[in-house]
């Protein structure tokens, strides 16, 4: 199982980005997803969620800036973001919950992406 994320960079302030994650492999079904970034000296902290149903939840300092969807047919999670500002400079990790089979066993857990670095400059 694998988690690719993408769509880092660097962007002025008030420029948008836009990561994607996309998970493959042995999946059986996927639960929640989310991103998660960590800045420089700090601790890694939640951005977005979502369910399988679609309802998210946003940290504060996000809400109304950024936009996360998914599709459940590809496996796939997007974090739109707009109105960047310096202090969103972080590696961003997507997260997924989800059940997959390896040698005819399943297990359940939450998977990680290796991260993605986003640079705002002011």
């Known amino acids: 199982v694998q988690l690719q994320a993408s769509g880092g960079g660097l962007v002025q302030a008030g420029g948008s980005l836009r990561l994607s994650c996309v998970a493959s492999?042995?999946?059986?079904?996927?639960?929640?997803m989310g991103w998660y970034r960590q800045a420089p000296g700090k601790e890694l902290e939640l951005v977005a969620t979502?369910?399988?149903?679609?309802?998210?939840n946003y940290a504060v300092s996000v809400k109304g800036r950024f936009t996360i969807s998914r599709d459940n047919a590809k496996n796939t999670v997007w974090l739109q973001m707009n109105s960047l500002e310096p202090e969103d400079t972080a590696v961003y990790y997507c997260?997924?919950?989800?059940?997959?089979?390896?040698?005819?066993?399943?297990?359940?857990?939450?998977?990680w992406g290796s991260g993605t670095q986003v640079t705002v400059s002011s």
């Open positions: 997260r997924v919950d989800m059940s997959t089979t390896s040698a005819g066993k399943s297990s359940y857990g939450d998977y």
């Open positions: 979502i369910t399988p149903g679609g309802s998210t």
């Open positions: 492999g042995s999946i059986l079904s996927i639960d929640g």
